[in-house]
């Protein structure tokens, strides 16, 4: 399996209810790496820009008001399968249809509060970490 990364963010309402520590914590006892980190308070423009694939979607405008909502947390995550490994320790969009267990079961209310961003493939993976942390390797650097 090959190692990878991916780029996680910890959303406004986890951040607000104190939980990046127990969110970290996740990624590590399954075995993915915080490679880098920063918190942010993205603009209207940043978060528009980082959900640019949804532009035309109804819950477009909601989705940017929300990630603007208050600060977040973001970070590179490395290891086996990273991307895929990620998604699945965050669970379904919808925490109501998230896997007990998951990080939107345990910690999301809504499908617009739902705690945790992760890339969705490995080209969107490149992407989203070039556009928070450019000139880092989208590879690992092992
Ligand atoms: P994310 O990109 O944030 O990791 O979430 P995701 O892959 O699980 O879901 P995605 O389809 O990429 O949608 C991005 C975010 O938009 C909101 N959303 N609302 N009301 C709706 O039907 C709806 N669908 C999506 C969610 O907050 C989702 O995380
Ligand atoms: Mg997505």
Redesign the pocket.
């Known amino acids: 399996m090959a190692i990878e990364r991916t780029l996680s963010?910890i959303?406004p309402d986890a951040v607000a209810k104190n939980v990046i520590g127990k969110i970290y914590s996740r990624f590590e006892s399954n075995g993915l790496k915080v490679v880098a980190s920063k918190m942010a308070w993205l603009s209207e423009q940043e978060a528009g820009q980082f959900?640019a694939v949804?532009k035309a979607?109804?819950?477009f405008k909601?989705?940017v008001s929300?990630m603007i909502s208050g600060p977040v947390m973001i970070q590179v995550l490395e290891g086996e399968n990273a991307i895929a490994k990620n998604r699945e320790l965050?669970g379904?969009?919808n925490p109501k249809e998230a896997a007990a267990g998951t990080i939107r079961a345990d910690f999301a209310e809504s499908?617009?509060a739902?705690a945790?961003?992760?890339s969705?493939a490995p080209e969107t993976a490149a992407v989203e970490i070039g556009f928070f942390f450019p000139g880092m390797n989208v590879f690992s650097g092992r």
Do not use: Q, S
Request: aromatic share 16%.
């Open positions: 963010i959303k959900y949804h979607r109804p819950f909601d989705l929300f965050m379904a969009t499908i617009d739902n945790v961003h992760g969705d």
